[in-house]
């Protein structure tokens, strides 16, 4: 897996993560801090940040990705499989 470093406060050496930032940051304004009674909402925040297709997986979502990465862990290391 390559590994990217971006300087600090340098937004435009990371992009993508800029991008799934702004996402995020359209659900509770500046002005809201989240509270405890915001479980829900932070919990559909996430569902939807998890379940957006990404070009750079592939137009998978990051849900399908880390479940894919898992069952091929799975098989690399021979666990978890019945005899």
């Not at 406060?9 to 799934?20: P, T």
Request: aromatic share 8%.
């Amino acid at each position: 897996m390559d590994a990217y470093f971006a300087d600090p406060y340098s937004s435009w050496q990371r992009e993508g993560n800029e991008n799934r930032n702004g996402l995020i940051r359209r659900h509770p304004s500046k002005r809201s801090g989240i509270r405890m009674d915001m479980a829900g909402d932070v919990g559909e925040m996430v569902d939807e940040t998890d379940n957006r297709p990404m070009r750079v997986l592939g137009y998978r979502t990051p849900a399908e990705a880390f479940a894919d990465k898992l069952l091929e862990l799975q098989d690399q290391q021979g666990c978890c499989t019945s005899k």
